[in-house]
């Protein structure tokens, strides 16, 4: 299965595709970075960043996305904000039929590190290990490949469930 991860953000939105299979394996098949400019207004930005995603999910045709639960902010605005991306995010998604998983920053930490405290370094470099990379991506597509690759664990988890049977 094709899992589009996503780690969204208004500036900088990261993204990984996973190649998932029952029992855990993985394969690296794209990663990168969608960029916007602070001084655009906000709808710009997120236009830029659906039209990147829904390009992406077009070209490659993902049977899932996965991404960070949003988390309680204490900045108002910056949660609003982020909300907003999440949603451009899913619908490019959703276009393409993709169905859309959710999981807290420790599931998708604790999936790739096997630490729900890993700091961003460690799950980059994990990540890096897992799909045998030659270098640690930029840490928003980093983030975005550990959320597919947690989605693939789970399917991992579920295949092997349903194999017990």
Same mark, same amino acid.
């Given at each position: *299965?094709?899992?589009?991860?996503?780690?969204?953000? =208004?500036?900088? =939105? @990261?993204?990984? +595709?996973?190649?998932? $299979?029952?029992?855990?394996?993985?394969?690296?098949?794209?990663?990168?970075?969608?960029? =916007?400019?602070?001084?655009?207004?906000?709808?710009?930005? +997120?236009?830029?960043?659906?039209?990147? !995603?829904?390009?992406?999910?077009?070209?490659? &045709?993902?049977?899932?996305?996965?991404?960070?639960?949003?988390?309680?902010?204490?900045?108002?605005?910056?949660?609003?904000?982020? $909300?907003? =991306? &999440?949603?451009?995010?899913?619908?490019?998604?959703?276009?393409?039929?993709?169905?859309?998983?959710?999981?807290?920053?420790?599931?998708?930490?604790?999936?790739?590190?096997?630490?729900?405290?890993?700091?961003?370094?460690?799950?980059?470099? *994990?990540?890096?290990?897992? !799909?045998? +990379?030659?270098?640690?991506?930029?840490?928003?597509?980093?983030?975005?490949?550990?959320?597919?690759?947690?989605?693939?664990?789970? !399917? @991992?988890?579920?295949?092997?469930?349903?194999?017990?049977?």
């Amino acid at each position: *299965m094709l899992v589009l991860g996503v780690d969204p953000g =208004t500036l900088v =939105t @990261g993204w990984g +595709l996973v190649e998932c $299979g029952v029992g855990g394996v993985a394969r690296h098949v794209d990663h990168g970075v969608v960029r =916007t400019r602070a001084t655009d207004p906000l709808w710009d930005r +997120l236009k830029v960043i659906h039209d990147a !995603l829904l390009a992406i999910a077009e070209r490659h &045709r993902p049977a899932a996305l996965s991404l960070e639960q949003c988390f309680v902010s204490k900045n108002v605005q910056s949660a609003l904000k982020l $909300g907003h =991306t &999440r949603g451009v995010v899913m619908m490019a998604a959703m276009a393409v039929g993709a169905e859309v998983h959710e999981y807290t920053p420790m599931q998708i930490k604790s999936a790739v590190t096997g630490s729900g405290r890993a700091d961003k370094h460690q799950v980059a470099e *994990m990540v890096r290990v897992i !799909l045998g +990379l030659p270098a640690a991506a930029p840490y928003d597509a980093s983030d975005a490949l550990a959320a597919a690759l947690c989605h693939g664990a789970g !399917l @991992g988890v579920r295949g092997r469930m349903m194999g017990a049977r």
